[in-house]
């Protein structure tokens, strides 16, 4: 009786800690679920179509996709870190196209992971304060294959969202209210004949637009989703994205390299990319993202 109880004792608590141990690569293919579960048998030959580099073992793994619903697709990369413990620190980066959904995530507090006071004023040639009611730039990461060193980019949000929050920058974002439906400014910035235009939209000028780009303005103006309620809303959207192409011009870089102190386990900035060229806001206008309906 005495050896069962001992046999009891000694078996059945490693087998409890044997269920909690998951391997690396477990674990990474679990942080890709939401993507993976989207993928679907297309050509029915019994396997899921999507793409891999499953280096996984070695703590690396990014898949990617699409399924027959508006030609919709995700990625994924996740990457693992080892601090000085042995323990790993993972990184991820996440996008479903539909939802214009942008996202960075660990399994720690990023503000824990990311360099020390990490945010806007990293990538500025001049201090900015970073409040905000909501967000314009979003951070994304290039994580490596080999090494540790970390690409991390500053982009503008979509024009026509706004993530909630409380800070210029946000570590993800997605289609929700309130949003608007903005491509019409691009057209405008493209098709105006007069380049003082935009300017006459700013401070408000309307009787200087000429025939011609009123007529192109006006075919903006109308109660429908896709457009504006009047020239004067149109000028107040066109306000905000001054606002943001004003923050953008402080910005020195959208790239910085980040190394990885093991011992600290978390960040630091370790070089800082090229310098950006100057725009116009008219190419500002032209040349970046506006949200729209996938479907």
């Known amino acids: 009786m005495k050896n069962i109880l001992l046999l009891f004792v000694i078996v059945i608590p490693s087998l409890v800690c044997g269920q909690k141990q998951e391997t690396l690569s477990g674990i990474l293919w679990g ?11 297309m050509d029915d030959d019994g396997v899921l179509d999507f793409n891999k580099i499953d280096d996984s073992q070695n703590g690396y793994l990014k898949i990617s996709g699409s399924w027959p619903t508006c030609g919709c697709s995700c990625n994924s990369t996740v990457g693992a870190y080892k601090n000085s413990e042995g323990k790993y620190v993972i990184l991820q980066s996440d996008q479903v196209e539909c939802s214009w959904e942008r996202k960075i995530s660990s399994n720690l507090d990023l503000k824990e992971v990311l360099p020390i006071d990490f945010g806007i004023n990293n990538f500025t040639s001049e201090h900015i304060d970073s409040e905000s009611d909501y967000s314009v730039f979003f951070i994304d990461i290039e994580i490596p294959r080999i090494g540790t060193d970390t690409k991390v980019k500053i982009e503008l949000v979509p024009f026509g969202l706004r993530p909630k929050g409380e800070n210029l920058i946000c570590f993800g974002y997605k289609v929700e209210e309130p949003y608007k439906f903005l491509y019409g400014i691009k057209n405008v910035a493209k098709g105006i004949s007069d380049p003082n235009t935009i300017s006459y939209l700013l401070n408000g000028s309307f ?29 107040e959207y066109l306000k905000e994205l001054k606002n943001t192409y004003d923050l953008y011009c402080k910005l020195k870089t959208n790239e910085l390299i980040l190394g990885w102190n093991r011992s600290e386990s978390r960040f630091f900035i370790k070089g800082t990319g090229e310098k950006i060229p100057e725009i116009s806001f008219r190419e500002f206008l032209i040349n970046n993202s506006y949200w729209s309906w996938m479907c």
């Not at 942080?31 to 048998?41: A, G, L, Q």
């Open 31 to 41: 942080r890709v679920n939401n993507c993976y579960s989207m993928f679907e048998d």
């Open 207 to 235: 009787d200087k637009i000429s025939s011609s780009d009123n007529t192109l303005i006006s075919k903006l103006l109308g109660p429908e989703d896709d457009r504006f309620e009047s020239m004067e809303e149109l000028s």
